[in-house]
């Protein structure tokens, strides 16, 4: 075989065909992946090989037949096979050996594309930000399909004795192994029969990005030994030969083990510095638990998308890939460019189509690209809807947040797409959901006000109202977490007596509780100045008992919301302008806590500061605080709409970030310890001084979970600005709090994933880009033609002697 082995690759080196056919395979890989703009590194703007490892496949379906075309056809047109057989060499080792030598050559036309991966080298920012363990596992991605291609020439190559035929029949071949049964597969007919597993791009898209899974493995060795097989087998039958059945029998039992092996069991090796493509232990379980298809429609889809968008884009494709790895395909999902299906449509049914649409949770959003020539506005839909059993639950893909550039908002996005598919999944397929209840009864917020968030919890949860006074202990303790919205008055102590022993229990509270009584209709309503005052809600005692205390006072904060404000009348009209209202602030998240990792800024309303006691066993957490620039005013205070007309000096509001939100964990001290049973209590309950583990989230902001209202009465999306018509991140700290008190799984500890950015130098880009792209296409052929003149002089000098 060695012999074999040897003499073709001597043979194919010593012609010019070979030097031409890997020239033109470097040129024009060297031309789309760094100078034609749509597969451009250049323009891709992120230090990663992504574009060769996509685009390489397609260039190898013609490459690879151009290396095997000759193997055994041109052998057997010149008479020369018959010469081999008379050597005591097997078939076997005659295939073997002439497969093994293209395989040789494949990897030898490989090698001058390192000069691509020292190029993004040293464009990184900073110099070396590239993932080389991703790259490694790519390139061995392509080596496997490689030496399937390899197989396919092969067979190909046996069947015809014209080597023109030979490559158009392989290059055939290769081109439906790769992508046929992926076109098959959407056929109406064949769409349950999952012939997208057969083709060699469902197993090469996941090792091309890094990730090795035994069943691509097994997959690219089946193909492999298929094909050499039937090369195998084509040339004992050209010489009227018999099949030896025990070893060809033996041979396809030792496949067929193998590959029912590989889907009984299988691992992954993920060569990625991050592990980004390592599957959680918690999002295992939930695919590995399904019992029914689940299907995810992802809309994120089109041409045009600039390089970060197109990064998030593929980021979706590959996590839904690895979630489908564990799920026993029972996780499906396919890509719509929306705006392309629905221009489809008549122009009379695009609009309900978009309404409808925007009903289920998929809204349209303009999106600014920033290009060389400008600003450029687009319309994406970056949003999947996952559907099981009837139900449905819209994710958002793209996790914006106030200060961030786009490269850092994509990674964000990027770092989040595990946690937000999993917990949807979780959410839908799951049978009964955990009971959040928002009490009442105490002039807490309304419905109407709480709409938009209780609407939000519904697709998880089962939301309701309940009233402390009268409801039974054993119904509040079949709640999983209690919501305690902005009350207004004294709180009785069988109030307070239930919601201790709810805690004492293990029960969950979030309290959003407003110490002072300000709002800003009634300011407008007395004149533009209003006393602000301290509230009596009766909750001082218990609340320090469990280690928190909130201050009667306001923070003014220089950064914080607009609000609208008359700033006179020009022909009758009134003039409107937004003006920031220091007492409306945004907090922007610093915390590692997945709570409020990496969400957008959070807009409250008169927020008080929190002190927080040392407790024994209960830990605490802080999970938003004002900015730098604060001032904290003690109640009562005079509050008037004049200081809108005056600027803040920055160096009158330094001050230390003041905390507005807690969470507390651990084991909570009874706040009626030593004390009688309230009078009030019509039912048995026995105290329990001390509480099992537990948690709970105090947010000094009452309005931080209100929508707004309009003026017809209608609510807007939690979180959202109607003056602004700015999106905060209220929303989704809601959801995040639910998800974290109520699931005892760690799934929302998925939100402290992290991915490194590894962007390009785009200042150096821009200025050396014609560098680069000479280089990049220069160099891998000034090797090629390097090596071919260094052995032709060794030949030269071999055979001289």
Known sequence: ???????????????????????????????????????????????????????????????????????????????????????????????????????????????????????????????????????????????LLGSGFCAIGLFASSISKNQVIAFTIAVFLCFFFYSGFDSLSQLLSLQNLSLENLGINEHYQSVSRGVLDTRDLVYFILLTSLFICLTLFVLIRQRQKSLNNKILLRTIAVLILLGVISNLTFTRFDFTKDKRFTISPVSRKIMDSLKAPVHVTVYLQGDNFPGGMKRLQRATRDMLSDLQAYSHDKLQFDFIDLIAAIKKLPEGEQKAEYDSLQVRGITGQPYSVKTDNGVTQMLIFPEALVQFGGKEIAVNLLQSRIGLSDDEVYNNSIQNLEYAFSSAIKKITSGGKPIIGFSEGNHELTDLQLNDAMKSLSDGFEVGRIDLKTIPMG?????????????????????????????????????????????????????????????????????????????????????????????????????????????????????????????????????????????????????LSSSPYNKKLTAPHILSLQALEQEPKAKDFLSTPKIVAVLLEGEFKSDFLNRPVPDSLHEKVSIIAQSKPTKMIVISDGDVFKNQVGADGSPYPLGYDRYTQQNFGNKNLLLNIADYMTDDSGLIALRTKEIQLRLLDRVRVRSEKLYWQLFNNILPLGLLLTFAIFQHYIRKRRYAH
């Open 475 to 623: 119904i509040l303790m079949k709640i999983r977490l209690l919501v305690i919205p902005k009350p207004d008055t004294k709180f009785t102590e069988l109030e307070k007596f239930k919601i201790d022993q709810y805690i004492m229990r293990g029960g969950r509270v979030l309290w959003t509780i407003d110490q002072v009584n300000a709002e800003l209709d009634s300011l407008r309503h007395h004149g533009g100045d209003e006393m602000s005052f301290p509230k009596d809600l009766n909750l001082d005692d218990q609340l320090f008992e469990y280690g928190i205390r909130i201050n009667y006072d306001l923070i003014a904060d220089m950064r914080c919301a607009q609000i609208p404000v008359s700033t006179g009348n020009v022909g009758g009209q009134a003039q409107i302008q937004l003006l920031p209202w220091l007492y409306y602030p945004i907090f922007i998240p610093t915390s590692k806590n997945p709570i409020v990792r990496n969400l957008d800024g959070i807009r409250s309303e008169f927020v008080s500061t929190i002190d927080t006691l040392a407790i024994k066993n209960v830990k605490k957490t802080i999970l």
């Open 1 to 143: 075989m060695f012999t074999i082995l040897k003499k073709e690759i001597t043979s194919y080196l010593s012609s010019l065909v070979a030097y031409v056919t890997i020239g033109v395979f470097l040129l024009v890989l060297g031309l789309f992946l760094w100078v034609f703009p749509d597969t451009s590194i250049l323009n891709y703007g992120y230090a990663t090989l992504n574009s060769l490892f996509s685009t390489a496949p397609y260039l190898f379906m013609f490459l690879v037949p151009a290396i095997t075309m000759r193997s055994l056809a041109e052998e057997r047109k010149e008479g020369t096979f018959e010469l081999l057989l008379t050597r005591p060499l097997t078939d076997w080792q005659i295939v073997l050996g002439k497969y093994f030598a293209s395989l040789v050559l494949v990897f030898f036309a490989l090698i001058p594309t390192l000069v691509y991966y020292y190029s993004v080298y040293i464009l990184g920012t900073p110099q070396g930000n590239i993932d080389t363990g991703e790259v490694i596992g790519s390139y061995i991605g392509l080596f």
